[in-house]
């Protein structure tokens, strides 16, 4: 059904096409040139002669960070905490989902639970009032900390609700009249057919938990038992204001560890990089999703 | 109907997330109490002594606090239109290409930086914009003398505004792509017909059909205004970019947690915050008035 195509239209979609591919190149050119600095010679690095090729090709910054024990030992944390963030926050979202998608001619006080977490999603006390409740909860210097300080996610709540208000009423009806409870119609009705929008937040939780870096640096006294992503912020993503005047950075280049800390950046990356062709598959539809319909 | 049996059952159901909810998200509201004492870490929260509105009357009285709320508001705003157009035109541009493997590569590709840690994007930021990195061997290749960017106050809330678009700009799309895929084809087809071009299709059709849509995620990024993005400026920031780029919330964070200032640490945070909430409300009604959305 496309009408002939002008010489001027042909440009245009050129244009645009070449446009594209331009956009999408510059999306991945800092991943990019992080791995190849992490693959370059030091000395290299520092000279500013890397682009888009490692120069002076090794390994050593890997081979260096193989010694690191912290390194192993922050990758080993984070790890407890998704799993720990993931399972836990899974449960009680899929528990709490389904009572909060009932009418509240079903269920009398479902409305005045939704507004109490929509109030807790929009409202918080700040950072001092969370960090003296962690205090007072004994959570500093504890991973639990780390797995229930974000509070409960209330959005993913809302998600997993919002699809099981669509789902079609005949269903638990006739359930309900085979004599199904309760707890049979969430696990043998609900879960399974929410799987789509429960991988979604899964996902969410996941990803969140493996980036999220700023309430180790503030709970955790120790930097041992800082997480991958506040290790890496402390180590390797530091500003020193001293080192920016222009010539002393150019006789510190040579002392600092940039090829090494892109190395560490980039590995940090990798779990992301690996899960994310199965990611990709269920995010969108999970933000999709989050538009609703009444 | 569903049984009355089942309403006890519910309120098990929901034990778990409102034990969560009450210790996690509301036990730490009653903590901005703390705005309205003289804390003292010895005494704790419960003991301190009140103070009225003194810590409130301070944060008036301080320098920063006009420096910080213009920082805030210029970043989070300027953050505000670029997330808004820069994903629009982008899914416009796409929308007009046909190659469905084209289309889809593209698609997964910008969504990645997104999923990327903010200590991840920082670092990278940090290689590529330092004083030996590729853009600045670029300018010099141009004739231009290299620029410390992150200790450039001039440079540093378009650094900030710039790559956080660079990281959200394909997720942002999304929804956009969602709009787009919902326009009615017949309306194209029928275009066609009568010998619209592209363009004109483009013009006509496309644009108009998509302007409700951002102008509703346009009216609900109004409740951000005070967020101009925690995580982002603070992997990025430094002491002699403050005076651009130090926002509410870097500001709170070392007030509180590093000078141990926690009743004006707390006055700050709780006037943001509700500032915040009231903003929210009025988004969030404003979009129900006149697009009848709703978030449950």
């Known amino acids: 059904m496309i009408a002939e195509r002008s010489a001027a239209s042909r440009l245009l979609n050129g244009l645009n096409f070449v446009l594209l591919i331009i956009i999408m190149l510059l999306c991945l050119a800092p991943v990019w040139y992080t791995l190849s ?36 030992r922050s990758a080993w944390i984070s790890v407890q905490r998704v799993v720990l963030g993931a399972a836990i926050s899974f449960f009680v979202i899929l528990l709490m989902s389904y009572p909060l998608s009932k009418t509240s001619r079903d ?15 929009l409202f918080n006390g700040g950072l001092v009032p969370w960090y ?21 996610p209330v959005f993913n709540v809302i998600l997993v609700m919002n699809y099981l208000r669509n789902m079609p009423k005949e269903m638990e009806e006739s359930a309900l009249i085979d004599g199904a409870g309760p707890w049979r ?4 009705i609900c879960l399974p057919l929410s799987v789509p929008v429960l991988a979604t937040i899964l996902v969410f939780t996941i990803v969140y938990h493996w980036n999220e870096f700023f309430q180790a640096l503030v709970l955790m006294n120790k930097s041992d038992m800082y997480p991958l992503q506040s290790y890496i912020k402390q180590v390797a993503v530091v500003i020193d204001p001293t080192k920016m005047d222009a010539e002393q950075v ?22 992301l990089l690996v899960i994310y062709p199965f990611l990709q598959k269920y995010f969108v539809k999970g933000i999709t999703l989050g538009s609703v319909k009444g | 109907m569903i049984p009355r049996s089942f309403a006890k059952h519910f309120y098990i159901m929901l034990i778990p997330g409102l034990l969560w909810l009450i210790f996690f998200n509301l036990y ?45 508001v210029v970043i989070a705003f300027s953050k505000m239109i670029g997330n808004l157009i820069v994903p629009l035109v982008f899914a416009l541009m796409l929308n007009e290409v046909k190659n469905r493997l084209f289309t889809r590569t593209v698609q997964t590709i910008v969504y990645l930086p997104h999923f990327l840690s903010w200590v991840i994007v920082g670092g990278m930021m940090l290689d590529i914009f330092a004083y030996n990195g590729p853009v600045n061997s670029l300018l010099s290749a141009m004739g231009v003398e290299p620029i410390l960017f992150l200790a450039n106050a001039n440079a540093f809330p378009a650094l900030i505004v710039g790559s956080d678009i660079w990281k959200e700009f394909g997720f942002n799309a999304i929804i956009f792509f969602a709009a787009l895929t919902s326009i009615n084809p017949e309306m194209y087809e029928a275009a066609a017909i009568d010998g ?5 299709r483009l013009i006509k059709i496309t644009i108009p059909s998509i302007m409700p849509v951002a102008a509703l995620l346009a009216t609900l990024s109004l409740g951000n205004i005070l967020n101009a993005g925690f995580d982002q400026v603070f992997t990025m920031y430094n002491p002699s970019v403050y005076s651009t780029g130090d926002i509410i919330d870097t500001w709170v964070y070392r007030a509180g947690l590093i000078d141990f200032q926690h009743g004006l640490a707390t006055a700050v945070g709780l006037l943001k915050s509700v500032v915040g909430l009231v903003l929210i409300t009025v988004s969030y009604t404003l979009a129900y008035r006149f697009a009848n959305y709703r978030i449950f």
């Open chain 1, 37 to 72: 600095i992490s693959l370059s010679d030091k000395a290299a690095a520092a000279g500013g002669q890397v682009f888009l090729w490692p120069k002076g090709f090794t390994m050593g910054s890997y081979m260096k960070i193989m010694e690191d024990a912290q390194f192993f």
């Open chain 1, 107 to 121: 269920f009398k006080p479902r409305n005045v639970f939704m507004w109490l977490l929509i109030f807790a999603m």
């Open chain 1, 132 to 152: 003296l409740t962690m205090q007072s909860l004994g959570l500093i210097n504890n991973i639990w900390g780390l797995v229930l300080g974000g509070g409960l």
């Open chain 1, 185 to 188: 119609i969430l696990f043998s």
């Open chain 1, 250 to 271: 150019k006789r510190t280049a040579e002392l600092s560890n940039q090829t090494l800390n892109a190395a560490k950046i980039f590995i940090s990356m990798l779990p």
């Open chain 2, 28 to 72: 730490p509201m009653y903590g901005v109490v703390a705005a309205f004492k003289e804390y003292n870490p010895g005494l704790g929260l419960w003991r301190s002594p009140w103070i009225g509105l003194e810590n409130f009357k301070y944060m008036f009285e301080l320098d920063d606090s006009k420096i910080i709320f213009r920082n805030t």
């Open chain 2, 196 to 200: 619209a071009s592209q363009w004109q």
